[in-house]
T-cell receptor, first 111, second 115 residues
Framework: GESVGLHLPTLSVQEGDNSIINCAYSNSASDYFIWYKQESGKGPQFIIDIRSNMDKRQGQRVTVLLNKTVKHLSLQIAATQPGDSAVYFCAENQAGTALIFGKGTTLSVSS | DAGVIQSPRHEVTEMGQEVTLRCKPISGHNSLFWYRQTMMRGLELLIYFNNNVPIDDSGMPEDRFSAKMPNASFSTLKIQPSEPRDSAVYFC?????????????FGPGTRLTVL
């Protein structure tokens, strides 16, 4: 089965709200995690990453939180905008091999 | 930087035909990845190359699929013969190296429809 998965397949928010997208992983040996954003008709686009020696990392309007105790990853988007509407994937690295992607969460932002 | 380039962007073919998808990685990147994306299975890694050498092809569905990387700036994914179940979006990605901590940059994808 999938070692990386998402709790919710769809998230709907109002413009200006904060969004939180969650991800669970099963391999405690994973040491690198990435969030990608995929807009309709495009390839996945890198958003932010985090290594296992960190529990939080911030970017522009985005924050990734890593809880290794419960093997949980989240992406927080501040002041969500319509342009944030997309499918968001988490991905993890296992033992130095290629990334494994979760199924994705669709974020829908309404004005 | 032009990013990862894929061609064609769309391909419609009939069952049994040969399909060739093309990818040009970002200049200077040493690793290249081929993925397939479907609604049912999400993003699946098919194969990846490092320095033009196939490292892991365990994701290649079956012998009908083959991939080559004759040089650092070009790779092909071939399906022969194609089947309707091969219909999907195929992405190529590249990274500086194969290390997990190197960000993968994706191309726009090729949408394949096999009738």
């Amino acid at each position: 089965g999938e070692s990386v998965g998402l709790h919710l397949p769809t998230l709907s928010v109002q413009e200006g709200d904060n969004s939180i997208i969650n991800c669970a992983y099963s391999n405690s040996a994973s040491d690198y995690f990435i969030w990608y954003k995929q807009e309709s008709g495009k390839g996945p686009q890198f958003i932010i990453d985090i290594r296992s020696n960190m529990d939080k990392r911030q970017g522009q309007r985005v924050t990734v939180l890593l809880n290794k105790t419960v093997k949980h990853l989240s992406l927080q988007i501040a002041a969500t905008q319509p342009g944030d509407s997309a499918v968001y994937f988490c991905a993890e690295n296992q033992a130095g091999t290629a990334l494994i992607f979760g199924k994705g969460t669709t974020l829908s932002v309404s004005s | 930087d032009a990013g990862v380039i894929q061609s064609p962007r769309h391909e419609v073919t009939e069952m049994g035909q040969e399909v060739t998808l093309r990818c040009k990685p970002i200049s200077g990147h040493n690793s290249l990845f081929w993925y397939r994306q479907t609604m049912m299975r999400g993003l699946e890694l098919l194969i990846y190359f490092n320095n033009n050498v196939p490292i892991d092809d365990s994701g290649m569905p079956e012998d009908r699929f083959s991939a080559k990387m004759p040089n650092a700036s070009f790779s092909t994914l071939k399906i022969q013969p194609s089947e309707p179940r091969d219909s999907a979006v195929y992405f190529c990605a590249s990274s500086l190296d194969r290390a997990s901590t190197d960000t993968q940059y994706f191309g726009p994808g090729t949408r394949l429809t096999v009738l």
